[in-house]
């Protein structure tokens, strides 16, 4: 499984696979790369990681969704 993260960096929203400097994708808003990185990972099984400003994981996402422990009886 990838691992991904979302950070804060200079006053805009950043995807990048860990361990790699090179930017996947990159908006103004938290909410835009949230649905830019729901749609690049359809076709991706990965975790990625959304930090909050301040640079703090604040929450862990599995895709497909499906997949997410979260979403599981247990």
């Known amino acids: 499984m990838e691992n991904y993260h979302i950070t804060h960096e200079d006053d805009r929203w950043v ?6 400097k090179r930017a996947l994708i990159e908006t103004m808003t938290k909410e ?3 649905n830019e990185t729901r749609d690049y990972m ?3 099984t990965a975790s990625v990681k959304i930090h909050a400003e301040n640079g703090e994981v604040e929450e862990e996402r599995s895709y ?3 997949q997410d422990p979260q979403a599981t009886k247990g």
């Open 15 to 20: 995807l990048r696979e860990e361990g790699d």
């Open 64 to 66: 497909p969704r499906d």
């Open 32 to 34: 835009d790369i949230l």
């Open 42 to 44: 359809k076709l991706r």
